[in-house]
């Protein structure tokens, strides 16, 4: 869950300032980048257009400032703004699925070794040992199957590639 709001939060904190929305995905050079590029930009274009800096305290001021902005300026650096944060959003994004992509294939290597020893999480206790033989007897009979990292789809565990996207599984190149 919390995985799904870490893109939108970061697209958020680009927008704030720019470059924040990097940092909390741990992407210092991509933040640097877009802060020195946000603020080069708009340090450059005030310089070009001669716009008057002033520092002001109030809202009211630095709102009446930005509404006198020509559009030459205030329009570049808006983009730049825009074009981080989603900048942000989609590397938040893929960090989400590779981290989820890293999950699966962790779980398909455990899955791999477990039924490489041919462990079976039998009970041999009372009435449980005749269902868990069962059990044991039907996993025998057909091949371990494992969800492949790349499409989620099921495939044969003792094959070294996904049959249905062509993939090669993690546990091909260990071998």
Not at 42 to 56: I, K, N, Q, R
Request: charge should be negative; glycine fraction near 6%; hydrophobic fraction near 50%.
């Amino acid at each position: 869950m919390r995985d799904q709001f870490r893109p939108l939060i970061a697209a958020v904190l680009a927008m704030v300032l720019p470059g924040l929305g990097h940092l909390t995905l741990r992407r210092w050079g991509r933040a640097l980048l877009w802060h020195l590029t946000i603020v080069g930009g708009g340090v450059a274009l005030f310089a070009l257009y001669d716009v008057p800096v002033e520092s002001t305290v109030s809202v009211a001021d630095a709102a009446e400032t930005a509404a006198a902005l020509p559009t030459d300026v205030a329009l570049p650096i808006a983009v730049l703004y825009a074009l981080s944060a989603i900048d942000a959003y989609l590397v938040g994004r893929a960090d989400v699925a590779e981290r989820r992509r890293a999950d699966a294939t962790a779980e398909a290597i455990r899955r791999r070794a477990a039924s490489d020893d041919g462990e079976a999480t039998t009970d041999r206790s009372g009435a449980n040992a005749a269902a868990s033989a069962a059990t044991a007897a039907e996993s025998a009979a057909r091949p371990a199957e494992v969800e492949c990292p790349h499409c989620g789809k099921e495939t044969d565990a003792d094959l070294d590639f996904c049959h249905w996207c062509t993939e090669p599984l993690p546990w091909a190149e260990a071998e």
